[in-house]
């Protein structure tokens, strides 16, 4: 068992809460107090005073303060590292499941804090969950407020088992590498629909009083070598990708925490990098909370804090020490006990001592209702020939083939990994690598949602492993529906954007399945259930496409909804489908040429990621970012512009639009506005800078105003001056684009404007 494997495994427990099981290996490490208060104790043991109550009033800031004010140094130093000492075999697991711990004092009042993992859904650990769709499938819905609801079902259920820490917002930008494996918990490839689909998730896990968190921060783009890769990008390509999607995410939401990631930037590692810690998030953005490291992503005691890192996660390795450095004088008392305020602030501006706790049974089937919502909505058409789809209920034979859709959809590896309500639908598998993370198929069954919808079809199953059994069943049925996954996870990249089965025994090739069905059955309808792009040899040959992502706990339904129509697919990609591995910027991802050794990976293309790559270079992607088809039409009609950028207190530009919808069925269509810069600042030829989506009935129309905000804090008008360190808005013609892709051939001009003389 690798050291990792045991840390995700959990074989060994510090305490389980309910049954107060305790290994002595790791207790022999903790103190007292730490053992008490793992196992639902009191961390003062021998506490005779009254807890003294913490203030009530007051700013987070001032509340914090004074409670800082009353603690001891080591109660202090206790708020900083995690609640275990380091342990050689980094074998952890902390009570109520949690993945990383900081035990209470119970004399200032001051609540234990648990964290988890949360970015598609409650932490496996932590116990039986919603699976939410992947979160890049709440960012193709483009739809914030349903963003909001999607943090709000993972706040909920965390705060229902006891736990106060979301480790879920996982912004980093994967357009630069989309075979990375944590694609699924990301928000795609541009830094503004992804920061603000981030920043609402955020949003709904905080109103729910558990504080949330970004990251990895920053440049955490590939799995491979992910603790050694050293990312090299210029300050302007950093601040415009995906610094300013966390920076969005940070000043949009008041996230209280934010997580350093495992890699270097510029030589430095990420913990203790001064620029990306204190630079640029605190002094820059006015990050109030308190940064902690990725689970042993620190790399030093006095670097580390005085570059700005606040806690050690999920021990003390090199936090422990920092009474000793203090005394020192290598690390000031004043930083000591701005990391802690910062930590007291966020549990007070989050409401962790107003609001206490009540562990109860999560509300699952009301968010499995949400789960399905979300499903809809981001799901995305990507084919539908000759109006394939929707589905007639009247059909009469179907094969359903594939991807144990019989039973299940897949799910996400890795820390995000759920254990979904009502439990895995089929046992366990460990792929290598990465080996510590678990292939999880939640309990939805596609064939029988389908069967539903079509009571008199007469529907079969085959599994795909017999692709001339597979095409004889297509071929002998009206229409054919073709389940393709491509199992993805933390700690490792995908080997390439074809599909490869990684989740059964004998694996299955999923790309030569849907030839040979396609060849069988001209209605050959493929749905994909994947963390991200796929490249599709066999696009010509089928008749419609459906990129469900990981579609969650009731991602049977949902996609039985959207193929018969019950639901109008209206998910846009948040990420480029390329049409193959040659047009990434890396054809062949940089690899490490040991674990220890930093070897760089080369962000040349700096802002230029995902469509503004393929742009700058010329390149036609198999689908671009920002489309999707829909059952039904829509005009964007008598576009124009308004310009308030003389305004001195609001200066902004707005695009003004008549969606109508001019078809037969109701659907919703995301209206987006692209902004190309002037020549000078060598910009991409258009960035997005403001979308909406609007939901019509058939012939109904609404005119709406997309505002560009240029104090947004997306800066969507400027472009980062290094010379001044400052967004800048460059003199000289800018021009308007409205369409429903990026697409240059999708995009029609709404008029330009022109800054200075
Ligand atoms: C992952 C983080 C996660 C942490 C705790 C790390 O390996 O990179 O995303 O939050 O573990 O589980």
């Given at each position: 068992m690798s050291l990792r494997q045991g840390l995700r495994s959990g074989s060994v427990q510090v305490c389980q809460s309910s049954v107060k099981k305790v290994s002595a290996s790791i207790l022999l490490s903790l103190p007292l107090a730490a053992i008490l208060a793992a196992c639902g104790g009191s961390s003062t043991p021998t506490q005779t005073t009254t807890p003294v109550s913490p203030p009530t009033s007051g700013t987070a800031d001032e509340r914090a303060d004074a409670v800082l004010a009353q603690m001891t140094q080591a109660q202090k130093l206790q708020m900083v590292a995690g609640g275990v000492a380091s342990d050689p075999n980094l074998n952890y697991a902390f009570p109520r499941g949690a993945g990383g711990w900081i035990p209470g004092i119970a004399q200032l009042s001051i609540p234990a804090l648990y964290f988890a993992d949360g970015s598609v859904g409650v932490a496996y650990?932590?116990?039986?969950?919603?699976?939410?769709?992947?979160?890049?499938?709440?960012?193709?819905?483009?739809?914030?407020?349903?963003?909001?609801?999607?943090?709000?079902?993972?706040?909920?259920?965390?705060?229902?088992?006891?736990?106060?820490?979301?480790?879920?917002?996982?912004?980093?930008?994967?357009?630069?590498?989309?075979?990375?494996?944590?694609?699924?918990?990301?928000?795609?490839?541009?830094?503004?629909?992804?920061?603000?689909?981030?920043?609402?998730?955020?949003?709904?896990?905080?109103?729910?009083?558990?504080?949330?968190?970004?990251?990895?921060?920053?440049?955490?783009?590939?799995?491979?070598?992910?603790?050694?890769?050293?990312a090299i990008i210029d300050e302007r390509g950093g601040r415009e990708s995906d610094l300013l999607a966390f920076e969005i995410g940070v000043k949009d939401s008041n996230v209280q925490s934010v997580m350093?990631?495992?890699n270097l930037t510029g030589g430095t590692y990420n913990c203790e990098n001064s620029h990306l810690l204190t630079d640029v998030l605190k002094n820059g953005w006015g990050f109030s909370g308190f940064v902690m490291s990725d689970w042993l992503a620190t790399h030093s005691t006095v670097n580390a804090a005085?570059?700005?890192?606040?806690?050690?996660?999920?021990?003390?390795?090199?936090?422990?020490s920092l009474g000793t450095v203090i005394q020192d004088g290598l690390v000031p008392q004043s930083r000591l006990d701005n990391m802690v305020h910062r930590i007291l602030r966020a549990m007070?501006?989050?409401?962790?001592?107003?609001?206490?706790?009540?562990?109860?049974?999560?509300?699952?089937?009301?968010?499995?209702?949400?789960?399905?919502?979300?499903?809809?909505?981001?799901?995305?058409?990507?084919?539908?020939?000759?109006?394939?789809?929707?589905?007639?209920?009247?059909?009469?034979?179907?094969?359903?083939?594939?991807s144990h859709a019989d039973v299940a959809v897949l799910s996400g590896g890795g820390s995000a990994q759920v254990q979904p309500v009502g439990g895995p639908a089929l046992p366990s598998v460990y792929p290598c690598p990465p080996c510590w993370s678990q292939v999880v198929w939640d309990p939805s069954s596609p064939l029988k949602a389908i069967q539903a919808m079509a009571p008199g079809a007469n529907v079969q199953f085959a599994d795909g492993s017999n692709p001339t059994?597979?095409?004889?069943?297509?071929?002998?049925?009206?229409?054919?529906?073709?389940?393709?996954?491509?199992?993805?996870?933390?700690?490792?990249?995908?080997?390439?954007?074809?599909?490869?089965?990684?989740?059964?025994?004998?694996?299955?090739?999923?790309?030569?399945?849907?030839?040979?069905?396609?060849?069988?059955?001209?209605h050959t309808i493929v749905v994909i259930e994947s963390g991200g792009a796929v490249v599709m040899p066999w696009l010509g040959q089928v008749s419609a496409v459906l990129e469900a992502w990981y579609p969650g706990q009731n991602g049977g339904p949902a996609i039985a909804d959207l193929l018969f129509g019950k639901a109008n697919p209206s998910g846009k990609?948040?990420?480029?489908?390329?049409?193959?591995?040659?047009?990434?910027?890396?054809?062949?991802?940089?690899?490490?040429?040991?674990?220890?050794?930093?070897?760089?990976?080369?962000?040349?293309?700096?802002?230029?990621?995902?469509?503004?790559?393929?742009?700058?270079?010329?390149?036609?992607?198999?689908?671009?970012?920002?489309?999707?088809?829909?059952?039904?039409?829509?005009?964007?009609?008598?576009?124009?512009?308004?310009?308030?950028?003389?305004?001195?207190?609001?200066?902004?530009?707005?695009?003004?639009?008549?969606?109508?919808?001019?078809?037969?069925?109701?659907g919703a269509e995301v209206a987006q506005v692209y902004l190309g810069l002037p020549a000078s600042t060598d910009e991409p030829p258009h960035r997005l800078v403001g979308w909406q989506k609007v939901m019509l009935q058939p012939g109904a129309s609404q005119a709406i105003t997309i505002e560009v905000d240029e104090n947004d804090s997306s800066h969507p008008l400027s472009y980062w001056d290094e010379t001044s360190g400052a967004w800048t808005l460059a003199p000289g013609q800018y021009t308007v684009y409205l369409g429903d892709s990026s697409s240059a051939a999708s995009l029609t001009t709404v008029g330009t404007f022109t800054v200075g003389s």
């Open positions: 650990s932590v116990g039986p969950a919603t699976a939410l769709p992947s979160s890049i499938a709440s960012a193709a819905g483009w739809d914030t407020n349903a963003a909001v609801q999607y943090g709000t079902v993972i706040g909920t259920e965390l705060s229902d088992y006891g736990i106060n820490v979301n480790l879920g917002g996982n912004t980093n930008l994967i357009g630069r590498e989309p075979r990375d494996g944590r694609t699924f918990e990301t928000k795609g490839e541009d830094p503004i629909l992804a920061g603000k689909i981030a920043a609402a998730h955020l949003e709904g896990v905080q109103a729910q009083h558990v504080i949330a968190d970004m990251k990895h921060y920053a440049y955490n783009d590939q799995e491979t070598g992910r603790t050694t890769a050293n350093c990631s495992y005085n570059a700005g890192l606040d806690q050690e996660q999920p021990d003390q390795e090199y936090f422990g007070f501006q989050v409401g962790l001592f107003d609001y206490p706790q009540t562990i109860q049974p999560i509300p699952a089937a009301a968010d499995a209702a949400i789960a399905q919502q979300v499903e809809e909505n981001g799901a995305v058409l990507l084919k539908n020939a000759n109006g394939q789809l929707p589905l007639n209920a009247g059909v009469q034979s179907i094969a359903v083939i594939g059994a597979a095409a004889s069943l297509a071929a002998s049925s009206q229409v054919a529906i073709v389940f393709v996954s491509q199992w993805e996870s933390e700690g490792m990249d995908l080997p390439s954007l074809n599909l490869t089965d990684l989740t059964d025994a004998t694996p299955i090739d999923q790309d030569a399945l849907v030839s040979a069905v396609a060849a069988a059955n001209p990609l948040p990420i480029t489908f390329p049409a193959s591995v040659a047009q990434l910027p890396r054809p062949t991802i940089p690899t490490p040429p040991d674990s220890t050794t930093p070897f760089a990976v080369n962000y040349f293309e700096g802002f230029n990621v995902g469509y503004k790559w393929y742009d700058s270079q010329g390149l036609t992607p198999l689908f671009p970012f920002g489309f999707g088809l829909s059952y039904t039409t829509f005009s964007l009609t008598n576009p124009a512009l308004v310009n308030n950028l003389s305004s001195t207190s609001d200066p902004n530009i707005q695009v003004t639009v008549t969606v109508a919808n001019t078809g037969a069925v109701a």
